[in-house]
């Protein structure tokens, strides 16, 4: 008999689970643009709740307040400094200091230092600075 209750006590547990997440909303859309994505590959939490979202097909990074609300972006297509080919993961220290960017196709991991903004875009696209 204990066999059958923790079974069926496991069992509750995990139908509970299941049913402890509701839908509250979403953000982006298909495109290019501000808050948009073209296969967002990973999403990442900051210390500071704010979520940087690897946009893959972007060749960019854009990070959010928790609600979704559009805060920057930085990264174009190429090899060089700053620059993505397909960027697949994101992982923004715990102290907050530092957000680092799995570059694969690239074949590197690059990261970024700064207090708000992350990176700081130029006008042309690129970053302004590594912050070395």
């Known amino acids: 008999m ?5 079974i069926a006590t ?5 139908a509970a689970a299941r049913g402890a997440w509701e839908y509250e909303g ?3 859309g298909e495109g290019t643009g501000n808050g948009q994505f073209n296969k967002p590959g990973f999403v990442a939490v900051a210390p500071n709740g704010n979520v940087y979202v690897a946009d893959q097909d972007n060749d960019r990074v854009q990070y959010f307040t928790p609600t979704g609300s559009f805060l920057g972006k930085w990264g174009t297509p190429g090899s060089g400094n700053g620059q993505f080919s397909d960027p697949l993961g994101v992982a923004p220290l715990p102290n ?4 680092h960017v799995a570059d694969p196709y690239n074949h590197r ?9 992350a ?3 130029s006008s042309v696209g690129r970053i302004k600075a590594l912050f070395k």
């Open 10 to 14: 496991a069992a509750a547990v995990a």
């Open 26 to 28: 979403e953000w982006g």
């Open 96 to 99: 907050g200091t530092r957000v």
């Open 109 to 117: 991991i690059q990261y970024f230092r700064g207090s708000h903004p």
């Open 119 to 121: 990176v700081v875009p």
């Open 2 to 6: 204990k066999r059958v209750s923790i």
